[in-house]
């Protein structure tokens, strides 16, 4: 099985902090994925990449960025953190257009 | 641009009820399609997906969905709820898109079953 996993499962960080979420996957999938989960609005897309060092905006990519360095790893940075990004994130990977999900990270900004 | 609209935002049934969780999509072309499910505290779990052929899919802990062409719907359906289904189900549309894939969900649908 897939396995994807999230540096954190649950974070509190300062108003204005940058902010690290980390996300690896071990199957050598091309695509990679950021949501963000929030209650009545589902899952939405943040940013999304098929490859190193690829990145493409997905509906909701302000105030975030994202780095592939490497083709398991992909960072979503919160450049400054604000209480309207207190969320649930969650990451994915795909080869076979199903998404594999990790278990989320839970952020708090306060 | 795809969407996804769940309609029901809550349902609860008796367990040992039929359960179905309806998910109309919007897409210009064939799209594919899935359901996930998301247990308290826990990731999204893949139930079943539809990408092409048979229009009836067959999921895992036994639910099943139907891609309904004519009224862009693929709704979710198990014949008998256990207490273990209580969970949030979303559903998904899949698009290809200038040589990449763009996944995008409902807003869920929370189950909660009663004895």
């Known amino acids: 099985d897939v396995k994807v996993t999230q540096s954190s499962r649950y974070l509190v960080k300062r108003t204005g902090e940058k902010v690290f979420l980390e996300c690896v996957q071990d199957m050598d999938h091309e695509n990679m994925f950021w949501y963000r989960q929030d209650p009545g609005l589902g899952l939405r897309l943040i940013y999304f990449s098929y490859d190193v060092k690829m990145k493409e905006k997905g509906d909701i990519p302000e105030g975030y960025s994202v780095s592939r360095e490497k083709k398991e790893r992909f960072s979503l940075i919160l450049e400054s953190a604000s209480t309207n990004q207190t969320s649930m994130y969650l990451c994915a990977s795909s080869r076979d257009r199903a998404l594999n999900f990790g278990p989320g990270t839970r952020l708090t900004v306060t | 641009a795809q969407s996804v609209t769940q309609p029901d935002i809550h349902i609860t049934v008796s367990e040992g009820a039929s359960l179905e969780l309806r998910c109309n999509y919007s897409?210009?072309?064939?799209?594919?399609l899935f359901w996930y499910v998301q247990s308290p505290g826990q990731g999204l779990q893949l139930l079943l997906k539809y990408f092409s052929g048979d229009t009836l899919v067959q999921g895992i802990k036994g639910f099943e969905a139907e891609f309904k062409r004519s009224q862009s719907s693929f709704n979710l359906r198990k014949p008998s709820v256990h207490w273990s289904d209580a969970a949030e189900y979303f559903c998904a549309v899949g698009a290809e898109s200038g040589g990449y894939q763009k996944v995008t969900f409902g807003i869920g649908t929370k189950l909660q079953v009663i004895p």
């Open positions: 897409y210009g072309a064939t799209p594919y």
